[in-house]
């Protein structure tokens, strides 16, 4: 469990919601590389069971459509607005797909200590996808940011 949820697909729902001109593609591109990585996980490594999968789908990728979302709402890129975006959408995620977890799965009661004991447990997948979302985004947007001065032709207009 160490590096669950350590992924780079937050910092990437981000990025595209900031910089993709083509939005559709700002949705598609991480929730794609999402599915691809869950089929191959849950084929390979977790044998999950699909019905389980498919079940809690809505809530994690929709988690990462709603970051995509956030991102279309930043216009000034500057460290100060990707690390409070980075920290919310962790939070974000955490709070819509263990929710999902709670309110649709069978691990917890569903009960108010049920729902605590949920989202106690969900605390270290939290850390890591905020600490993904800090590093990934980190290089992303550091080494977008760079590549703009030497190439002017990467600049996009937020107008």
Do not use: H, Q
Request: proline share 3%.
């Amino acid at each position: 469990m160490f590096l669950a949820n350590f992924t780079p697909v937050g910092a990437m729902a981000l990025f595209g919601g900031v910089y993709f001109a083509d939005k559709k593609k700002a949705y598609i591109v991480p929730i794609l590389a999402l599915l691809l990585s869950d089929v191959v996980l849950n084929s390979t490594i977790y044998a999950t069971n699909w019905a389980d999968f498919i079940e809690g789908m809505a809530w994690c990728y929709g988690s990462f459509a709603l970051t995509v979302l956030m991102g279309t709402f930043i216009k000034k890129v500057n460290v100060r607005n990707i690390v409070l975006a980075s920290i919310s959408s962790a939070i974000l995620f955490w709070l819509i797909s263990d929710f999902g977890v709670w309110i649709g799965g069978t691990m917890y009661p569903k009960t108010g200590a049920g729902f605590i004991e949920c989202y106690a447990a969900a605390i270290p997948f939290l850390k890591n996808m905020l600490l993904s979302n800090l590093v990934f985004g980190g290089v992303m947007f550091g080494v977008f940011e760079a590549a703009k001065y030497k190439f002017p032709v990467l600049a996009v207009s937020k107008a």
